[in-house]
């Protein structure tokens, strides 16, 4: 599958931002969709989940100020992020999981994000 993602950009803090990532497949097709970020000199982290079955989960520090969601259509998975903090400065990418007949992981190209204080 391959994954295409947008949204990026420059906000103040306290504004909102949405990430877009387009799949090349149905996403029912995809056990999950998710939104990692890295920063530079840390790790890669999960920032939110959403299985094929519409479970979601977060991280802790953006709880309340993001929001995954998808759009079946479009085969499109959509982060709203508000409340935007300067610590949310990242590259974000998009991810796609299968878990049969093997684990397998998709990236997308990463798009930045900066929220300046």
């Known amino acids: 599958v391959q994954l295409q993602a947008s949204g990026g950009g420059l906000v103040q803090a306290g504004g909102s931002l949405r990430l877009s990532c387009a799949a090349s497949r149905s996403i029912f097709s995809i056990n999950t969709m998710g939104w990692y970020r890295q920063a530079p000199g840390k790790q890669r982290e999960l920032v939110a989940i959403?299985?094929?079955?519409?479970?979601?989960n977060y991280a802790d520090s953006v709880k309340g100020r993001f929001t995954i969601s998808r759009d079946s259509a479009e085969n499109t998975v959509y982060l709203q992020m508000n409340s935007l903090k300067p610590e949310d400065t990242a590259v974000y990418y998009c991810?796609?999981?299968?878990?049969?007949?093997?684990?397998?992981?998709?990236w997308g190209q990463g798009t930045q994000v900066t929220v300046s204080s």
């Open positions: 959403i299985a094929r079955g519409g479970s979601t």
């Open positions: 991810n796609a999981a299968f878990f049969a007949p093997s684990f397998d992981m998709y």
